[in-house]
Structures are given as structure tokens and as C-alpha cells.
């Protein structure tokens, strides 16, 4: 083993250490030890992620109004060019076209 290898693994052996939880405080009570801390984590986890049922609102009873499928058609049909033309001469005259942005207002 060279010398760099052997200051690398000092580096990470160090850095492993100090990642370790070697005590942790429960419910004002300082836990240690791998065993108690390791059961302190796992019980705070098991409580914490919990899956829990409850009785959420839903849409199942609600009654929507829907269109016929006459009245659907009608939204995805193109425009003509007369509601074009109509939508622009009945803007009013507060209405301009100002540095290439339409501010037109309905």
C-alpha cells in the first residue's frame, strides 16, 4: 500500500466514522448503543411513515352538468373568417395595437 492510499483510506475511514449516530435523544431520554438507536430510528420511521386510512371526500355522489355531443363539437370546430372579422371592427376605440402587442380587451 502507497502512501497515497494509505492517507485516502485514513480520509474515508474518518469520514465514515463521523457519518455514525452513536446516541440520540427519545422523548428526553438519551438512547445509545447500535441496538437502541438502530430500534429508536426504525420505531420513529415505522410511526412516521405510516400509512393511515382516512375518509377523504370524494367525487363519486357529485352530479356534473355535461354538454350533449352536439354542443362539444361545437368548441373544437375552427373559427370563420366572419367572427374574426367581427371580433376585431367591434373592439372599441380604447383598443390599439402598441409595439407589436395586441391589447385588445372584450
Known amino acids: 500500500m502507497d502512501a497515497n492510499s494509505k492517507s485516502f483510506h485514513g ?9 455514525a449516530i452513536s446516541y440520540i435523544l427519545v422523548d428526553g431520554v ?8 438502530r430500534g429508536a430510528v426504525f420505531s420513529h420511521s415505522s410511526t412516521h411513515f ?3 386510512n382516512e375518509d377523504r371526500p370524494g367525487v363519486d355522489n357529485l ?9 362539444g363539437m361545437e ?3 375552427p373559427f370563420c373568417v366572419e ?6 371592427w367591434d373592439c372599441d376605440s380604447n383598443n390599439c ?3 407589436g402587442v395586441s391589447q385588445i380587451t372584450y
Do not use: C, P, Q, Y
Open 11 to 19: 480520509i474515508m475511514s474518518s469520514l465514515w466514522r463521523g457519518n
Open 30 to 37: 438519551l438512547v445509545e448503543g447500535i441496538s437502541h438507536v
Open 50 to 52: 405510516k400509512v393511515v
Open 63 to 71: 352530479s356534473f352538468r355535461t354538454l350533449s355531443h352536439g354542443d
Open 75 to 77: 368548441l373544437i370546430k
Open 83 to 88: 367572427e374574426v372579422k367581427a371580433t376585431i
Open 97 to 99: 395595437w402598441n409595439k
